[in-house]
């Protein structure tokens, strides 16, 4: 299999990826199966690819596929890999159309300096500029990742500096938009979040060993320590002798993504200093507060706003309960249908229970509206189910503008609230009522994080630089032609 064309089945944006990476001191440490393990913690962040590079002294051994975590790293090619002390993992939601084998990561290279592996999360906004730049300079590349551009830049620069870790302090003034990245050079882990803060990334720790990753819910699986959030800008690097941190390009700022707590990071997490099942109660609270209505029963559009709907029941009073049931088991089954098939997909995937919906008055959470299809398609279904009234509530915004920084929202024209205001979408989808999120109510969510906070797919006000020029894959296009 080369290549999956993807088919989303919710409404909700996509985060591209999450990482994960580990350095052990005690050579009676699977580094491979902790990544592995760590890998299903962060199946959420991507399903379309996952892999494994592990670091025996040097020599890096790599396994990916297409496909969730268990698809993809088979017993068989886990088997394959030696033993090492440093080991990193990569999941992947790609927002190309199609997702092919040699763009999956973590990316392995070497270069007149070593060996190097990376695992990346997040957007560059300046990709289509230094594309350019590295293949005038006689680049060859394999694929359109980031993660590729990331690491020429990188291969670059070493021959300026004395070390690896100075190198990557110096091409992050090369880099712009989001990029949280584990590395391995040949002994070292090496993580880096770039100066916005935009994506998360967090240290921990289990006995000797030290861990990176995308969301501290990794760590928890593994029975490691959380011990503190990268900060925007920070390199970390770990190595036998410990952890060191370099800060020359931190500026004490961040954007991080509001969306995070809404919808991409899984509730038992803690980023940034707010946890996640906390942010998300508060966001339904708040929504009780400024959409009240009455009603028999309190629901979420499983899973990311059932958090939201305890919090809405709390505060209004109106019992929880469960309205919809999910289908968590159909996997990549559907990956291949048109997008004609989206709605028999949604039929499978989703399903009322009509015991407890039929004669009531629901209130249904989501998590976000951003096509508009999945909601309708919900409105309906627990109207056929015997619903009395619905309404249909927001733990976010409107989504009004694109997102350069790593979520999957990549036109104006493909969002709903920039063809519809509330009220008619409200009339468009058949509910009783419709209420969003407030910004300044989302922003509350959030009190207490550490860092400043990412709002521009809701308001416009970008935090960092968006793309001048349109990245496009000229070869692809030629290719396509024939």
Known sequence: MSEVTKLSISDSPRDECGVFGIFS????????QETYKALFALQHRGQESAGIVVNSGGEMKCVKNLGTVAEALTAKELDSLPKGSIAIGHVCYSPDTQLSRVSTQPLMM?????????AQN?????????????????????????????AYVIASLRLNYATIEETIVNAMKELEGAYSLVLTSPSMLIGVR???????????????????????CAFDSLGAEFIRDVEPGEVVVIDENGVRSFKENCTGKGSLCLFEYVYVARPDSVIDGV?????????GRILAKEHPVEADMVCGVPDSGLSAALGYSVESGIPYGMALIKNKYIGRTFANKKLSEREQVLKVKL???????????IVIIDDSIVRGSTCRYIVSLL????AKEVHYMVSSPPFFNPCYYGIDISDKESLISNKMSADELCRSIGADSLGYLSIDGLHSIAKGCKV?????????????KIPTEKFEDRFARKIDKK
């Open 351 to 361: 399903n009322a229970l009509n015991a407890a919906v039929e004669g009531k008055r």
């Open 275 to 283: 946890s996640v099942y906390q942010a998300r109660m508060e966001a």
């Open 25 to 32: 001191n005690d050579p009676e440490v699977d580094t491979i």
């Open 383 to 386: 109207r056929q189910s015997g």
């Open 122 to 150: 997040g957007a560059l906004t300046n990709k289509a500029q230094l594309y350019k730049m590295l293949e005038q300079g006689g680049a060859i590349f394999q694929s359109t990742s980031n993660a590729e551009l990331i």
């Open 452 to 464: 400043g906070l990412c709002d521009a797919c809701f308001t416009g006000n970008y935090p960092a």
């Open 110 to 118: 070497r270069y007149i300096r070593g060996s190097l592996a990376l």
């Open 194 to 216: 770039d100066p916005g803060g935009f994506r998360p990334l967090c240290l921990g720790k289990k006995g000797e060993s030290y861990m990176l990753s995308s969301e501290s």
